[in-house]
């Protein structure tokens, strides 16, 4: 019995560790579980967790830290007697089995709703586009088409006292299931199980300080989004981290997939979101593809209102710059290169050539 425990965690990590394989070599694999299997986790796990007004895997984090603190203060305290250092020796000698079983489980968890998604097919392939790169004049005809589409979307949204955007978050979540149920009508592939968006407690303590706009919880299904960050970027970080949840991993694809979404939606925050959000990544590609006079004379011809965000945005993130950002920004760097995204973050700005591809393709600009 004890060779069987012990052999369970190492084949719960082989099981997950196969099923990553199979999808790598048989693209068709990765399809079939795409379509037929992982929906059961939208539909079931992310109901279930949805239900819940706040974040569970946040509240899951505490609990693993408050009982890793709890555990070595339980230690240090054992060590002063006889009885206690017997109780922490019988204790040792079972911790390494359950550390990894628990290991095993999460590594097999995190394989089945996300880990095999990232083979999947891709959304491209879905609406029929074929992403070719990005040309100079594509890009610039590109951003000019956000340019108009911002100058009228400016006069549809709501500012502060500052003349900032101001983001109206009555039926917020409603807006961003619609506008992800209403792509899915019209190219598939996404589902209709989209649980409510959560904003973490520790938004602003943790995720802004880690540079983070948004997460997804594998384990329990959830769209986490940071309700800290300034309100022009939040419908689109929301339906970026539901693009995850209808199991669209890589991250050019899930902002792709955001900015569709958002793009059509029927509400002007998110068209407006949508937009600003494309404008931030043309801007980056366009740096590399014009010369400095070209690039300031275009970005000259953005409207105000978006200059202005821009500038509020700015601030904001400048204000987290330091060692944590720095290092979570590795970090998530190191697991998407994991992944098989080579680009590592340089992936989300890969947004961009798929937006051509269905400008170029689609709407022929």
């Known amino acids: 019995m004890k060779k069987l425990s012990w052999l369970g965690a190492p084949l719960t990590v082989a099981s997950g560790l196969v099923l990553i394989l199979v999808s790598q070599r048989h693209p068709g694999f990765a399809a079939w579980y ?169 938004s602003r303590l943790l995720l802004s300080n880690m540079n983070i706009s948004g997460f997804f919880s594998p384990w329990t299904m959830e769209a986490n989004y940071n309700g800290d960050i300034p309100g022009q970027s939040i419908p689109f970080v929301i339906n970026h981290e539901l693009a995850h949840v209808a199991g669209h991993m890589r991250e050019d694809e899930a902002n792709f997939i955001a900015y569709l979404a958002s793009r059509n939606s029927s509400n002007a925050d998110f068209k407006y979101s949508a937009t600003y959000t494309a404008l931030v990544y043309t801007l980056n590609a366009m740096r590399r593809a014009v010369n400095a006079e070209r690039y300031a004379e275009l970005f000259g011809l953005l409207p105000d209102q978006i200059v202005r965000d821009f500038a509020f945005a700015r601030r904001y993130w400048q204000a987290f710059e330091g060692r944590p950002a720095e290092m979570a920004t590795r970090a998530n760097d190191a697991y998407l290169r994991m992944n098989q995204q080579e680009d590592g973050v340089q992936s989300y700005g890969r947004m961009v050539d798929l937006m051509l591809a269905y400008y170029r393709e689609l709407e022929k600009i």
């Open 34 to 202: 795409s379509a037929y299997f992982f929906p059961v986790f939208p539909r079931a796990v992310g109901r279930f967790f949805g239900v819940f007004p706040f974040s569970v895997f946040e509240v899951l984090l505490v609990l693993v830290v408050l009982r890793i603190l709890a555990g070595v203060g339980w230690t240090a305290v054992s060590l002063g007697n006889a009885y206690g250092r017997a109780k922490l020796l019988a204790r040792a000698k079972v911790m390494p089995l359950r550390l990894m079983y628990t290991v095993s489980v999460v590594f097999l968890v995190f394989v089945l709703t996300a880990g095999i998604n990232y083979n999947r097919e891709s959304y491209a392939d879905r609406i029929g586009i074929t992403v070719q790169g990005s040309y100079a004049d594509e890009l610039v005809r590109l951003y000019l088409l956000l340019v108009e589409r911002a100058t009228l979307l400016s006069g549809q949204i709501e500012t502060d006292a500052d003349g900032y955007f101001a983001l109206r978050r009555d039926g917020l979540y409603e807006h961003a299931r619609q506008s992800m149920r209403d792509l899915n009508a019209l190219y598939g592939g996404l589902g209709y199980s989209f649980p409510r968006a959560k904003a973490p407690m520790m």
